[in-house]
């Protein structure tokens, strides 16, 4: 199969946003992408910074079954896709990522894990639960979700081969390097992507937005790391698409043969 992970800037206007949404999908199709993964976000933006609101507001909330999926899973039509926004409940509002094709929806997840400046504009989500795709079993982290072994590590132990990893991941507000490179938060998203792809024996598929928000400017690096560890298709800092052909199954059995991480734990020592 062929999975792919988007770099791309998605910004406060929702039309521009759904009509990129389209664009990428339509030439994802086009290019035999059975899997495509959005970044973080991916429906009105991120926020623009870790504390007060600023200039650039909130970002728009939806429900979770408001119109706006039912285009976008036209526009998927038989391709998984996984992408995020700001869902309204009842007064809360998470961030939220949803997987759907043409079908109709697949999997939902609400990002658990909250850096500090998040709480004032998002609810915790509770848990995590793999679902089963037409590309295989998978599960959906949002953002920092990835930081914490424990999230990948569930999803892995209730079956998922494949990882969704949305983000919206910055480059260091407190140490900011003169290139995008070298700035300590493109090491740890690096770091992330390859540590929960080796340590599951999964496959990852990482997006993350481009360009920038209020003070926040975004990372970009999407890409697909195979079970091993090994990235196999990336973008670096600029927009595109990180595209590979793998078949998931096959290669997380080979790398599960003679070590297999999840069947090798020892659950009673761990304290």
């Known amino acids: 199969m062929r999975v792919a992970a988007v770099s791309a800037h998605f910004g406060r206007d929702v039309e521009p946003c759904l009509a990129k949404i389209e664009a990428i999908t339509a030439d994802a199709r ?60 009842g007064g809360r509002f998470f961030n939220s990522a949803v997987c759907l094709t043409g079908d109709g929806v697949l999997g939902r997840h609400r990002k658990v894990h909250q850096p500090v400046g998040e709480v004032a504009a998002y609810a915790a989500g509770d848990r995590f639960t793999a679902f089963d795709t037409p590309v295989g079993r998978l599960g959906m982290l949002v953002d920092y979700d990835k930081t914490f072994p424990e999230a990948a590590r569930t999803l892995a132990g209730d079956g998922a081969q494949l990882l969704a990893c949305l983000s919206a991941w910055p480059a260091s507000l407190t140490d900011r390097a003169p290139l995008l490179s070298q700035d300590r938060q493109s090491r740890l998203f690096d770091l992330y992507d390859c540590a929960r792809a080796a340590e599951n024996q999964v496959v990852v598929v990482s997006a993350n937005q481009t360009g920038t928000m209020g003070r926040l400017r975004f990372l970009g690096q999407s890409k697909v790391v195979g079970p091993g560890g090994d990235v196999l298709a990336r973008t670096w800092a600029k927009a595109g698409l990180a595209c590979a052909d793998l078949d998931v199954a096959a290669e997380v059995s080979r790398s599960r043969l003679n070590l297999s991480h999840l069947r090798e734990r020892r659950p009673e020592a761990y304290a």
């Open 30 to 89: 086009a290019r035999g992408v059975d899997l495509l993964v959005f970044p973080d976000a991916t429906i009105g933006g991120y926020l623009g910074g870790f504390g007060a609101v600023g200039a650039t507001g909130m970002p728009p909330a939806f429900p979770a079954d408001d119109p706006v999926f039912d285009r976008l899973a036209a526009a998927a039509g038989p391709t998984v896709v996984c992408l995020s926004w700001r869902e309204s409940d």
